[in-house]
Structure formats: C-alpha cells, structure tokens
C-alpha cells in the first residue's frame, strides 16, 4: 500500500507561516507502472516525477541517490518501492527541507528540520550535502531568502560549503544553473545576502569574475528592493560599478544572463553617473543622455536608469531623488517638440531629424 507525503518547501513555508505557492509530493512504496496505471503522466527523465491528472503537483517516488561523477548531473537514482520516506528525505539539501506531512496531517521530521525553523538554522543534513555543487547555491539563495526572518548557516554547513569550492566542483555548474539560483535570488528581499554568502565560501570569484562587493554596492542592493520588484534593475545595480561595459560583457556571457538583464547593466555602467550629475549638464548633454538610451522609443529605460542611480545615491528608503524628478521633466519637455510641425515647417530628409534636435535642445535650454 503506498503512503503519500507533501514534502519540502510547502510544508517549509507553512511551518514559517509564509505563502505556499506550489506543492510537491512523494510517493512511498510506489512503482512507474502502478501510477501510469492510476493516470499520472510521467515527466522526469533521470527519475520518475509524475503529474498528478487532476491538480498537475508533481509527485515523486521515494528515491535514494549515490555519487558516481562530477557536478550535479552525477548521480545514480534508485526508485525501489522498498525505499523508506527517512531515505528518500535525508538525500535532501537542508533539514528545513526535510519535514513531510502525511495526509492526515501528521508532520515527518526524522532530520529535525522544526528544531531549525525555531533556531532560524540553514543546516545540511548528511555529509553527502558535499557531494552537490548546486548546493552552495541554494544555500546562499535561501540564506537570502530568510535572512529577514533572522536565518544564518550553520558553521559546519558553511565549512562544507568552502569544501565543494575547493575542490573545483563548482566548475561543473553549468551556466544555465546559476542562472537559474541567481534569478530567484534577485527576487529575495535581501539579494545581497546571496552574493556575500558565495563571497564568505569563496565561490564568488568563480562564478562572478570580477564582481567586486564594495559597501557601496551592498548598500545600493539592499534600497533597490526598496524601489523595484525588476530583477533587471536589480541585477543592473550589481553591475554599475564596473570599470568599463566590456566587463559587464563578459559577466553576462559567463553567466548566460537574458539580453534585457545585459543590456540593462551596460546601460547601467554607462550612465549612472551621468544621471547622478544631471543638473551639471548643458541642454545638449541631457539630449545626448536621452538618445543614448533609446528612450523616444523605450521610455521605460529612463525609468529603470533614474531606479538605479537613486539606488546608488540615496542612503536610507525614502529619501528624495531630486534627479529623477529634474530628468523626467526634461524628458517630458523634449518629447513635447512636434516633428509633425517641423515638417510643415518645410523641413525634409536628414533635416527634419537635425531641426528635431535643435528644437529639442532649445526647450531644454529655456528650462534649464
């Protein structure tokens, strides 16, 4: 007779009394053909993971993993219906994600997960924690996650931590995998705490070639989530202290960050000082600012560029960006010039843009 268990964050966030978004199941004393029999549609490829036919949760059968390569991908999975809830659950990253709930509601916490969520403990739960480089990362993006509930890591988790970097098995991450953690980080209240969490186990040099965490840059992240949800604005922020664009480049390259996060970190590098500096510019300047950025075609970069610089320039939530108030209205103010009447004016070709420009900076020397 197989057993079912909601396992891992639903049961986590509930214990925290936070939003359950999604569900996941295992499935004990359970084989492939008994839920195909059952209607479940099975989508895991390295183990069987099935979809519920009515809810689509994802369930999976109770499984044990053993180390037999490199990185995260190395593992031989068993799936016998004889493998225990206790088995399957000690193969997991933290004991907080370690608690299941039976469907009469009775909590399983063999690993005492609960006793962490109480001491607000980010704690491995087996040495085999090692055995995975993706741990590291989500152990930073969890620290990140919780931090605002007081959470720390373990000492002992975070030694095992500086093992996995030590012995070069972050360099079996793919990209797309860091990505992927670092994605989810930038969504945290404290993304910051991520990116220290990889420093202090010294995988930030690996993974975020020459990302440099400067109190500056630390402070800009923690107001930037006073500001945006934008997690290209947010990760634009990480980047705008970079030496030069190319830098900037070449993280995005590394990492296989989306074009929209690249080209707003350039932007970001290029201009945040320009923005800073604003009421020290001629007309022309803040013309040439305002074109530089596309923004008679994407205004929204004007914004996420004055989000970014306000980020760096103010140094408590709420403090006043007098900036992106002037910017705004000189953007406003070129954007009013008419080309429909600079071509009736006669006005033709090549000329009708070069007009535009004199006419715009013309508005802008009366305001400023």
């Keep these: 007779m197989s057993k079912l268990y909601l396992v ?106 609960i006793d962490d969520l109480h001491q607000k403990i980010l704690r491995h739960i087996s040495p085999a924690f090692r055995e995975d480089p993706l741990r590291v990362l989500r152990v930073a993006r969890f620290a990140a996650r919780f931090h605002h509930l007081g959470f720390t890591i373990a000492d002992e988790t975070m030694d095992l931590m500086r093992e996995i970097v030590a012995s070069g098995e972050m360099e079996a991450l793919t990209a797309e995998r860091v990505w992927r953690e670092t994605e989810k980080a930038l969504s945290t209240q ?81 201009f945040i000082q320009t923005v800073i500096n604003i009421k020290q510019l001629s007309a022309k300047e803040i013309l040439n600012l305002l074109n530089a950025i596309d923004v008679w075609r994407n205004p929204h970069h004007l914004q996420q560029l004055i989000l970014i610089s306000q980020a760096y320039y103010c140094q408590k939530k709420g403090d006043y960006f007098p900036q992106g108030d002037y910017l705004n209205q000189a953007y406003q103010i070129a954007k009013s010039i008419n080309v429909q009447l600079i071509i009736s004016q006669g006005f033709t070709g090549k000329d009708i843009s070069s007009q535009l420009q004199k006419s715009r900076i013309e508005a802008l020397l009366r305001y400023i």
């Design 190 to 270: 404290d993304p910051q705490i991520y990116f220290l969490t990889l420093k202090h186990c010294n995988a930030l040099p690996i993974l975020f070639p020459n990302l440099i965490l400067t109190p500056p840059i630390l402070a800009a992240l923690q107001q930037i989530v006073h500001l945006t949800n934008e997690k290209e604005v947010r990760f634009a922020v990480l980047c705008a202290k970079f030496e030069s664009s190319e830098l900037v480049k070449l993280l995005c390259n590394k990492i296989k960050a989306p074009n929209s996060y690249c080209q707003t970190a350039i932007m970001a590098q290029k």
């Design 8 to 113: 891992g964050g639903a049961v986590r966030d509930r214990l925290l009394h936070l939003p359950v978004n999604e569900r996941d199941w295992v499935v004990v004393g359970s084989t492939p053909d008994e839920l195909l029999s059952q209607g479940y549609q099975q989508v895991g490829k390295d183990f069987p993971v099935f979809l519920h036919p009515k809810t689509k949760e994802e369930y999976a059968l109770a499984r044990t993993e053993r180390k037999s390569g490199q990185g995260y991908t190395g593992f031989i999975c068993d799936f016998d219906k004889t493998i225990t809830l206790e088995q399957d659950l000690i193969r997991r990253d933290l004991t907080i994600n370690a608690i299941a709930e039976d469907l009469e509601g009775k909590l399983h916490d063999p690993y005492h997960g």
